[in-house]
């Protein structure tokens, strides 16, 4: 298994302080506003953008991961923030508003990775620095993300060691405009193309919605008996849930569920993975990636020397030529909860072990 990494301070303080985020960041993106800590005056001005919120991460994590970071370093900088809920012209105005707004430095996780390039320019042209944010764009000048083809090897081995290398599955990609999406589905591919495992179904989710995977896993089931069915590659842990909602709809026990996979590590599918109905997922320490975009964006902003070892210990490399760093992904199945998301603080026993889960979080070890 891949290193863990420590991660101090973030627990339930953040997770419910970032929560009570998520409906105002909707807010803001509705009204296709920015949110600025403070009334600008002569502040340095850096732009954050996220691409949806349909995934936990963005609103309780990343975004509240970076802001902190920011402010640590930082006295004189101001971050603007955006969510594009998934709508890639929302998110092209949103990066003029940032521009208009002052931004010097631009961290943009685009919807469409491969159409971000106008953005890019634009910000570019500005006089901007762009940093792509755990999405790839060719264009920018700094990127930073998650191994993403060794995250979906790393899905596609335990699924297949999860189902004795042997049986059918469903497979679910994330949406096509992302670029991790084409990685995570070449690492699974490159795993169950050369196994024992057969793919009965492939469906790219074009917005990574959990009511497209759970509506698609409904429409595989009028051509297939759940019985037919002894995986599913999922990608993340939304569309697992999605998946979960459509088999249990079909009549499908929550303790004849098949091996599903995930990935991000959400609260939900560490509750079910306790609870026997998931696999795994895949932890992204995601602090080591907002503070590393943070220590970058800052030492843009300053004038500074870019760090090429950052705090977290992790070394600028160079990823298709754009300057980088690149993080490990963590797998995280019911035997190592306790080691991984619980033993880094990402989460306390008390985000999972509510309610119905304590009983599975005491016979995990977890309290
Ligand atoms: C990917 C990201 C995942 C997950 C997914 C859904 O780009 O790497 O962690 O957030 O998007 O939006």
Redesign the pocket.
Known sequence: MSRTHRVAGIGAAILIGALSLTACGANEAQSGGGDSADGGGDSKVIALLL??SK?T??EAFDRPLFEDKVAELCDDCEVVYYNADQDESKQTQQVDTAISEGASVVVLDPVNGAGAGGMVQSAQDSGAKVVAY??FIAEADYYM??D?ETVGKMQAEALVEAMGDKGNILMLN?APS?P??AQFKAGAHSVLDSSGVKILEEYDNPD?SPENAQNWTTDQLSKYDPSEIQGVYAA?D?QAGGVVAALTGAGVAADELPPITG??AEVAAIQRILAGEQAMTIY?PIPIEAETAAEVAVALANGDEVPTTSESGVEQSEYEGVTSYIFDPIVVTQDNVADTVIADGFYSADDICTGEYAEACEAAGIS
């Open positions: 691409p949806e995934t991460r963005y755990d999405r993300s998650f993403n994330g992302d991790n999406a990574w993340n939304g990935q991000d992204k």
